[in-house]
Each structure stands twice: as structure tokens, then as C-alpha cells.
């Protein structure tokens, strides 16, 4: 059977397999293979070939041995749209190997197309398997925002890594970017003061944080980040609206323990945390909450020439669970 590694681990192989859709892992093994190789042989024969335009044959072609041996690498992309002459060579190829040759095979998953190639892949012991699944849960981002600065020896707190998930979840790639970029300070630890000093301008990390200590309980350190974000620029009409839709997701699971994330809306990680924020409220305080969202939004529209004091009552409210100060 195929080995599966981990991408972070992935090491030249006769035949890798790159499955799964998340394309930062994927692309990201791939350049790890391809440094890997180059440093033993600068002058690695680098090929990449198209599945849906590959020709009968053509594999042996490329990995036919050179008139100077040189080692090849070989990537086949895209291989979920492949010709079915691609099928027929992958599988005649895993019986006669050829030497000095990587091959990477890329299927994202998207469809079946392929299924004979794949089943013959993940039964070879030549195979190396790297799966690359879509990663959009709490659990496995925190746990790769770790892996990144472990990777290069590199100290954080965990309330860093939260910072970091909840400013860049929807796409792995700025996350990642995101990490490298911290990682050039040369602060001995990397911790939250550091994270929202690059990335405190982003609307929807300092918005999250001012709801989040809110939520937690936390009146004054909520009302602290409120006024400095009030004096930094923040958009209090956005902020409202991003604590409407909170407590309209904190509603509809109020009433509905056993609610599932599909029914809802939301992705599991984030059911989750609406499951725990929702805990010690009741009906009442949530509707002298979202009473309160509708004053203080008309208040920042332009009926009331200090917006801010109706703002600072919700935040109050809701690190008070709805009760009255």
C-alpha cells in the first residue's frame, strides 16, 4: 500500500500522489520535493504537463534517459480532468519505474474522474501519498498556524494564534503569509500585541475582539478596545452589524441546543463557539440585547450626535448578559 506523509514531510519519492483540495498544501509539497531535489542535482530536468492535454506516451518520452543522466521531475497537473491516455500510461508506468525520476501526480478531488489511476496508486509500495484536505475548522488552523513557527524555531502564545485564525480563516494562504510576515520581527515571542500591530487594521480582527471580550465577560477590557478602536477610525456601523449577525446566530441556537451546522449556516468550528458564547443567557437578555443593536444602530446612522455612549451601553449589555447596569 501507498505511505501516506504528511506535506511538511514529503521527501522524493519514485511516484507521489497529491491529493485533496486545499491548493496551499499541495503546492506547497510540491516545492519542497522540487527544492529537496535541486539541492543534490542543480541541474534537475524539471517537467510539468497538463493531464487534459496529455498525450499517449508521452510520460516515457520525458523519463526516457538523457544523453547526461540527469535526474528528472516530473509533475502532472490537474489530473481530476485527465485523458484516458493519462490513465492507461500512470498504470503501465507503476510496473516499470524509471531511474532517476520523481513523479507527481496532482488530483484535487473535485471528481472521479481518474479512479482506476488512483486505486492503482494507493496500492503501490512505490507510492508516496500526501493528502491535503480543506482545512477551515478552528482545531486544525490553530494547529498549522503552530506547526509554522515551530517549523522555524520561532516562540508564540496561544492568544496569538487565535488572533491570527480569526483575522485570516477564510483562506490558508494569507494565514500562512501572514505567519511568514510576523516571523521577520525579531521580538524573542511573538504574542497578540505583536499579531495586532501588524494586522490591528484589519476591520474584522479588531471588530471580533472587541465582541469576543464582550461575550467572555470581560466589560472593561471590551470597552477599552472599543474606545481605542472608536479613536483609530473603527467603522461603528460595522461594528454593529457584525454584533447583529453574532447575536442572531447566538438566537437562533438559544432555543435549539441540537441545531447542526448545515441547518444554520455555519462551519462546525464556528457552531461550536456560538454553543459556548450562548451559555448563561436567556431569552430576556437576549432580547434587551438585540433591542439595544437596532438603538445604537440608528444612533451611528445619524440620530443621535454621540453614537459612541449608545455603543458603549451595548458593549456593557452584553458582557452583562442582557442585564440592566
Not at 110 to 130: F, N
Request: glycine share 6%; with cysteine; charged share 25%.
Amino acid at each position: 500500500m501507498a505511505k501516506k506523509v504528511d506535506w511538511r514531510k514529503v521527501a522524493p519519492s519514485p511516484v507521489i500522489l497529491v491529493s485533496g483540495p486545499e491548493q496551499y498544501f499541495a503546492s506547497s509539497a510540491i516545492r519542497r520535493v522540487r527544492e529537496s531535489l535541486r539541492k543534490v542535482n542543480p541541474d534537475l530536468e524539471l517537467h510539468e504537463v497538463e493531464a487534459n492535454d496529455y498525450g499517449s506516451n508521452q510520460i516515457f518520452a520525458i523519463a526516457s534517459p538523457s544523453l547526461f543522466s540527469q535526474p528528472r521531475l516530473i509533475v502532472i497537473n490537474g489530473v481530476e480532468r485527465c485523458t484516458d491516455a493519462f490513465i492507461e500510461d500512470g498504470k503501465k508506468y507503476l510496473q516499470n519505474l524509471a531511474e532517476d525520476t520523481t513523479l507527481i501526480i496532482r488530483h484535487n478531488g473535485s471528481s472521479v474522474r481518474g479512479k482506476a489511476l488512483l486505486e492503482a496508486l494507493r496500492a503501490s509500495p512505490d507510492v508516496v501519498e500526501v493528502e491535503c484536505p480543506k482545512t477551515d475548522k478552528e482545531g486544525p488552523l490553530s494547529a498549522f498556524v503552530k506547526a509554522e513557527f515551530a517549523e522555524h524555531g520561532r516562540k508564540v502564545t496561544d492568544g496569538a494564534v487565535r488572533a491570527l485564525v480569526s483575522a485570516f480563516a477564510n483562506d490558508i494562504a494569507e494565514l500562512a503569509s501572514a505567519c511568514e510576515q510576523v516571523m521577520a520581527d525579531s521580538a524573542e515571542q511573538i504574542d497578540e500585541a505583536l499579531i495586532d500591530r501588524y494586522f490591528g487594521g484589519r476591520v474584522e480582527t479588531s471588530v471580533w475582539a472587541i465582541i469576543d471580550a464582550a461575550l467572555e465577560g470581560r466589560e472593561g477590557d471590551a470597552l477599552l478596545l472599543l474606545r481605542h478602536g472608536i479613536n483609530q477610525g473603527l467603522d461603528m456601523i460595522g461594528l454593529i452589524a457584525a454584533c447583529s449577525t453574532k447575536f442572531h446566530q447566538l438566537a437562533r441556537i438559544l432555543n435549539d441546543r441540537n441545531a447542526q451546522a448545515v441547518t444554520v449556516g455555519m462551519s462546525p468550528w464556528q457552531l461550536n463557539i456560538v454553543r459556548r458564547n450562548v451559555a448563561g443567557w436567556d431569552d430576556d437578555g437576549m432580547a434587551t440585547v438585540l433591542k439595544a443593536i437596532a438603538e445604537a444602530d440608528f444612533a451611528a446612522k445619524g440620530s443621535e450626535r454621540q453614537p459612541e455612549y449608545r455603543l458603549e451601553q451595548l458593549i456593557s449589555l452584553v458582557a452583562r448578559r442582557g442585564k440592566a447596569l
